[in-house]
């Protein structure tokens, strides 16, 4: 599996737009970019996952470059709500099959008033 | 969409004691399952692989006699910490696959179990 290195924390203001990046320099041509979302005390939440180039939901924007080796998560005018602990996660298989998901450190992204 | 649920989301138990914790795909089939611990502070650790009629995958390190696990039907795993101990205190989380779905990293993770061994 695809070894993973996020920031450890990042503080953001009210309302600015947070990009948490991503370094994957051994990510495999199968392998998919999928990002959770953790609050205290609860289990993490899917957020966004992509394979290439730009993927947007409504909740976040997900910029892979050509290489791949990097992904950048994009959480528009973040808000209070928005502080908790966000992971990045490289693996998965594009025929569907299933690996075991590991985490890395994750990224404490604390949202100041 | 999928939904994972958890039981206990707490608990509170004696040093010696075994504590059964469950987790169940509710509506849908998942022929597997995967258990993580998570102490404060830190990141979320996979256990074990949990596999529907088969045998659960241990992760090295951890003792599968001590965390029993049991996937006996395509909506319920269960983890049992047996005589626990303090150190076992931990934020415990399982998780489920849905079938079918694409990306093998998309996985639905239930609210967690905080077990505190007194």
């Known amino acids: 599996l695809a070894k993973t290195t996020q920031p450890i924390s990042m503080d953001s203001y009210e309302g600015q737009e947070v990009n948490i990046t991503c370094s994957h320099n051994?990510?495999?041509?199968?392998?998919?970019i999928t990002w959770y979302q953790q609050f205290p005390s609860q289990g993490p939440r899917f957020i966004i996952q992509g394979y290439k180039t730009k993927v947007t939901n409504e909740v976040a924007s997900l910029f892979i470059p050509a290489d791949r080796k990097s992904s950048t998560l994009s959480l528009p005018r973040v808000s209070l709500s928005d502080t908790a602990v966000y992971y990045c996660l490289v693996g998965g298989s594009l025929s569907g099959g299933y690996q075991k998901v590991t985490f890395g450190t994750g990224t404490k992204l604390q949202v100041i008033p | 969409g999928a939904v994972v649920s958890q039981h206990p989301s707490w608990v509170i138990c004696k040093s010696g004691t075994s504590v059964k914790i469950e987790c169940r795909s509710l509506d849908f089939q998942a022929t597997t399952m995967f258990w993580y611990r998570q102490f404060p502070k830190q990141s979320l650790m996979l256990m074990a692989t949990?596999?529907?009629?088969?045998?659960?995958?241990?992760e090295q390190g951890v003792e599968k006699d001590k965390f029993l696990i049991n996937h006996a039907s395509l909506t319920l795993s269960t983890l049992t910490v047996t005589s626990a101990h303090p150190e076992d205190s931990s934020f415990y989380i399982c998780s489920a696959r849905e079938e079918g779905v694409s990306g093998a990293n998309v996985l639905t993770f239930g609210a967690g179990s905080r077990l505190t061994v007194l």
């Open positions: 949990s596999n529907e009629g088969s045998k659960a995958t241990y």
């Open positions: 051994n990510i495999a041509t199968n392998d998919y």
